[in-house]
């Protein structure tokens, strides 16, 4: 399963360290941020996960995280 969300991550020591907390949740998956995009973009490839579980991790920690259209 791969998702695709947009969010409002700027800076590449916060998205190193959303990426540790999910990993939490998520310690197979590959998870990435493209901060060059104009969406910051995040994407995170796992055999399962939830798109609430990814929302309310990046929430919790003060960021917009939804995901992006086809």
């Known amino acids: 399963m791969v998702e695709v969300f ?5 800076d590449a020591s916060v998205a190193a360290g959303l990426i540790l907390l999910l990993r939490q ?3 197979k998956a590959m ?5 060059e995009d104009c969406d910051r973009v995040l994407r995170v490839e796992a055999a399962v996960f939830s798109i ?5 991790v990046l929430q919790t920690a003060g960021f ?3 995901p992006m259209e086809d």
């Open 6 to 10: 947009r969010t409002n991550v700027e």
């Open 25 to 27: 949740q998520l310690p």
């Open 31 to 35: 998870i990435t941020f493209d901060l």
């Open 52 to 56: 609430e579980m990814i929302k309310s």
């Open 64 to 66: 917009c995280c939804e």
